[in-house]
């Protein structure tokens, strides 16, 4: 069994740009005191975090709002670099992120679906074979054909959820996104990230359940004040989280 994803002591620092300490002036006239004030002004998101996913675990990330746990799928999903550290990830990523992330909002369903499978990695024949398995598993025959600016948030996470069905990933991460869905729907997501998971395809997701937590996953990744509070099994790990 080979290790899927390692972090290894990572640092995220997110820059606070807001607060430009000198103005416009100061970048001008003494860039380099603007320049480490503006190094100074960091937010750190992650501190030392460092864990591993093995091949065909299921594993969640849990953690209040603004823990960092978007950010750790994003560093896994390569869309952003760690500040120091290492983020290793032996694999293919299917990755579903934030809501909207990869979606273009005036093209229709369908086109979007053409794109973003041509941007995890299909080819043209491929995506042509499948979409109509997409349309039909995201249950928006209907609207297929409109804009998406036109769609709710539950319907965005259908449609970006069943692109990755049609795909041949060795890693899927999914962020908190299937909680927009109706109970129907997500019950459907599951039951394709069981059928993943009996395929071996390991899973990193962020999910506020814990009866989906503890109904799915192998693993539990707890990330409390930016830093990994405790890494256990569910049955561990849960009910200490609900207590906190
Ligand atoms: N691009 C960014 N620039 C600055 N701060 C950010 C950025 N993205 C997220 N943050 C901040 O980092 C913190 C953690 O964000 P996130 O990883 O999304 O947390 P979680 O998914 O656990 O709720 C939040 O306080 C958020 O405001
Ligand atoms: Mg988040």
Same mark, same amino acid.
């Not at 970048?27 to 996913?53: E, H, M, Y």
């Not at 750790?72 to 952003?80: I, K, Y």
């Given at each position: #069994?080979?290790?899927?994803?390692?972090?290894?002591?990572?640092?995220?620092?997110?820059?606070l740009?807001?607060?430009? /300490?000198?103005?416009?002036?100061g970048?001008?006239?003494? =860039?380099?005191?603007?320049?480490? !004030? @503006?190094? !100074?002004?960091?937010?750190?998101? +992650?501190?030392?975090?460092?864990?591993?996913?093995?091949?065909?675990?299921? %594993?969640?990330?849990?953690?209040?709002?603004? !823990?960092?746990?978007?950010?750790?799928?994003?560093?896994?999903?390569?869309? #952003?670099? =760690?500040?120091?550290?290492?983020?290793?990830?032996?694999?293919?990523?299917? /990755?579903?992120?934030?809501?909207?992330?990869?979606?273009?909002?005036?093209?229709t369903?369908?086109?979007?679906?053409?794109?973003? !499978?041509?941007?995890?990695?299909?080819?043209?024949?491929?995506?042509?074979?499948?979409?109509?398995?997409?349309?039909?598993?995201?249950? +928006? $025959?209907?609207?297929?054909?409109?804009?998406?600016?036109?769609?709710?948030?539950? #319907?965005?996470?259908?449609?970006?959820?069943s692109?990755?069905? $049609?795909?041949? /990933? *060795?890693i899927?991460?999914?962020?908190?996104?299937?909680? %927009?869905? *109706?109970?129907?729907?997500?019950?459907?997501?599951?039951?394709?990230?069981?059928?993943?998971?009996?395929?071996?395809v390991?899973? @990193? @997701?962020?999910?506020?359940? #814990?009866s989906? %937590?503890?109904?799915?996953?192998?693993?539990?990744?707890?990330?409390?004040?930016?830093?990994?509070? $405790?890494?256990?099994?569910?049955?561990?790990?849960? /009910?200490?989280?609900?207590?906190?």
């Amino acid at each position: #069994m080979s290790t899927k994803i390692e972090f290894i002591s990572v640092v995220k620092d997110y820059l606070l740009y807001s607060k430009l /300490p000198y103005g416009i002036k100061g970048i001008i006239f003494s =860039p380099l005191k603007s320049f480490r !004030a @503006l190094k !100074a002004n960091t937010f750190r998101v +992650l501190n030392n975090v460092s864990f591993s996913i093995e091949e065909g675990e299921v %594993v969640a990330i849990i953690g209040k709002n603004g !823990a960092g746990k978007s950010t750790s799928l994003a560093l896994t999903a390569g869309v #952003m670099k =760690p500040t120091s550290g290492e983020v290793k990830v032996n694999g293919r990523i299917a /990755p579903m992120l934030e809501l909207g992330g990869g979606f273009h909002f005036e093209l229709t369903g369908r086109e979007n679906i053409i794109l973003n !499978a041509c941007l995890l990695g299909l080819k043209k024949r491929v995506i042509e074979e499948r979409i109509d398995k997409i349309i039909e598993y995201s249950e +928006l $025959q209907e609207f297929i054909d409109q804009p998406i600016r036109t769609y709710s948030s539950g #319907m965005l996470a259908r449609l970006g959820f069943s692109i990755i069905t $049609q795909l041949e /990933p *060795d890693i899927i991460i999914v962020d908190e996104v299937l909680a %927009v869905g *109706d109970r129907n729907f997500q019950e459907k997501c599951y039951k394709t990230i069981r059928e993943f998971k009996e395929k071996g395809v390991t899973i @990193l @997701l962020v999910s506020h359940n #814990m009866s989906d %937590v503890l109904a799915l996953c192998d693993k539990v990744i707890w990330i409390e004040n930016h830093i990994v509070k $405790q890494i256990g099994t569910p049955e561990q790990i849960v /009910p200490l989280y609900l207590e906190s």
